[in-house]
């Protein structure tokens, strides 16, 4: 029953005075460093591409970061977790969803919470290479796709792959989907609109057969993935991605060791992203559920590297050594 009682987490800056300026602060001032990535296009069967960013310190061990929704690699909470991870001697990759690396793909489909082909793509060339042990760490949509993928996978999942962590997963699409309607979160919902109508936008460039008349006039999400979601990634509806995509449904079927922490007070999940039953009926999946962190927070006072970053090294260090 891998339910962790009693979070690390313990103390959050005293600046930051509730969940959302635990959530808004890192995302908008933390600085850190950019690490020297060297990036690799991935050439996809299907014609399209990833970019790729590494950090080789020539290692045996290679941790596999997914970043959140209209995230890329450069997000501070994957260079945080890059370089905490570099600095105790891993190679890092730190992948970028189709559309998000700075440069459009060249296919009509883009990326969601449920696609997990292309995170399995990047997994294959990692265990490929002479490494002896795979991580997978996740963040947000990161999260969600990273703990879908262990599921649909299950004992399947390369023998090099240890396990992984995940921080402020939207376990339940739908559910987090409603959350973000939420008046007191509004700020969030238009933030998150406001970046994917203008990825639409610069897809319907290249496919001027995408029909985008009104596209701004959108104010919700499940219209949003009505309109494009569903319909760009043979979806029958937005109904059916949600209940397509949503990780929750796989999370009896994970069978490697994988840490799920999500905060208490995290204005973007609902009570059906903390699945404290299903964690208490699979020996593999761990449930941490602090009081506060915000969504992609777990600020430290004085440290530069945030809870979650030194939580995820801590546990998968666990893994390896037993």
């Not at 069967?45 to 890329?72: M, Q, Y």
């Not at 109508?197 to 290249?206: N, R």
């Amino acid at each position: 029953m891998p339910i962790i009682e009693k979070s690390g987490y313990k103390k959050k800056p005293f600046y930051l005075i509730n969940e959302h300026f635990e959530t808004i602060y890192p995302s908008a001032f933390r600085k850190v460093p950019q690490p020297e990535y060297v990036r690799e296009r991935l050439e996809v069967p299907d014609g399209d591409f990833i970019d790729v960013d590494w950090i080789r310190n020539h290692a045996t061990k290679c941790v596999i970061l997914s970043h959140g929704l209209e995230g890329n690699s450069h997000r501070p909470y994957i260079t945080g977790m890059a370089r905490l991870f570099a600095d105790h001697g891993w190679d890092v990759l730190a992948w970028n969803y189709r559309s998000c690396s700075g440069e459009i793909n060249r296919l009509k489909r883009l990326y969601h919470h449920g696609v997990t082909d292309d995170l399995g793509f990047v997994v294959d060339q990692v265990t490929q290479k002479n490494y002896e042990t795979v991580a997978m760490i996740g963040v947000s949509m990161g999260g969600s796709t990273t703990l879908k993928y262990l599921g649909e996978l299950g004992e399947a999942v390369n023998e090099k792959v240890v396990g992984g962590a995940v921080f402020s997963v939207p376990c339940n699409l739908h559910d987090s989907a409603e959350q973000l309607m939420l008046k007191k979160n509004k700020i969030y919902k238009k933030r998150f609109l406001k970046k994917l109508i203008s990825k639409v936008k610069l897809k319907a460039a290249q496919f001027p057969e995408i029909n985008i008349q009104n596209i701004d006039a959108i104010e919700t999400f499940e219209e949003f993935d009505e309109r494009f979601t569903a319909p760009l990634h043979g979806f029958k509806n937005a109904r059916d991605f949600y209940v397509t995509s949503t990780s929750d449904q796989f999370y009896d079927r994970i069978k490697r060791p994988v840490l799920l922490v999500n905060a208490l007070n995290d204005p973007m999940l609902g009570e059906k992203c903390y699945p404290y039953e299903l964690a208490s009926r699979n020996q593999y999946l761990f449930l941490e559920t602090p009081q506060k962190g915000g969504h992609v927070g777990f600020m430290v006072p004085g440290d530069v590297h945030t809870y979650s970053e030194r939580r995820a090294l801590q546990f998968i260090e666990a893994i390896i050594e037993k």
